[in-house]
T-cell receptor, first 111, second 111 residues
Framework: DVKVTQSSRYLVKRTGEKVFLECVQD?????MFWYRQDPGLGLRLIYF???????EKGDIPEGYSVSREKKERFSLILESASTNQTSMYLC??????????FGPGTRLTVT | GDSVTQMEGPVTLSEEAFLTINCTYT??????LFWYVQYPGEGLQLLLK?????DKGSNKGFEATYRKETTSFHLEKGSVQVSDSAVYFC??????????FGTGTSLTVIP
């Protein structure tokens, strides 16, 4: 079974802090993705990566950055957390044509 | 552009009722189609998929058929259970390896 893990299920941070969300997949997938999920807005793509050291902006990249130094790991960075970044963050990985496999999510609260 | 549209919820059914959740897509090529399920507090889980026209994906009693002529991929289950209560997402992966998700349909099954 494909396994995608995220470093934390719940996280509480203060405004202005730098926040790191880690995602690791164990199936040698090329593609990895970060989404945020908010009530009434569905899933919104923040960044994705098709290979190591490669990144592409999604629909809502402002306020975020990413890092992919190794194939299995894709990190999402909030440079200076703000209250409007309080959300559920979902990581996913995929092969072409086989769908995405999601991690359990990290519920981030910024106070 | 490419997109996915699914019926809005919430949907409330009695146990053993028949379920249909409608999903249609727009795409320039021939995408792969997916249904995901999200249980409360969890990430999305891949429920079923179909990669070409007339394919039927099935899993856990759920089915969906890839209908190219109507650009649809409706989710069905003959007899729902309380444990099926969740949010269901329709999605496509286009030939450019981009994913598009519907906004999700919340299902509640009452005993």
């Amino acid at each position: 079974d494909v396994k995608v893990t995220q470093s934390s299920r719940y996280l509480v941070k203060r405004t202005g802090e730098k926040v790191f969300l880690e995602c690791v997949q164990d199936m040698d997938h090329e593609n990895m993705f970060w989404y945020r999920q908010d009530p009434g807005l569905g899933l919104r793509l923040i960044y994705f990566s098709y290979d190591v050291k490669m990144k592409e902006k999604g629909d809502i990249p402002e306020g975020y950055s990413v890092s992919r130094e190794k194939k299995e790991r894709f990190s999402l960075i909030l440079e200076s957390a703000s209250t409007n970044q309080t959300s559920m963050y979902l990581c996913a990985s995929s092969f072409v044509g086989r769908g995405q496999y999601f991690g359990p999510g990290t519920r981030l609260t910024v106070t | 552009g490419d997109s996915v549209t699914q019926m809005e919820g919430p949907v409330t059914l009695s146990e053993e009722a028949f379920l249909t959740i409608n999903c249609t897509y727009t795409a320039t090529g021939y995408p792969s189609l997916f249904w995901y399920v999200q249980y409360p507090g969890e990430g999305l889980q891949l429920l079923l998929k179909a990669t070409k026209a007339d394919d039927k994906g099935s899993n856990k009693g759920f089915e969906a058929t890839y209908r190219k002529e109507t650009t649809s991929f409706h989710l069905e289950k003959g007899s729902v259970q309380v444990s099926d209560s969740a949010v269901y997402f329709c999605a496509q992966q286009n030939t450019g390896n981009q994913f598009y998700f519907g906004t999700g349909t919340s299902l509640t099954v009452i005993p």
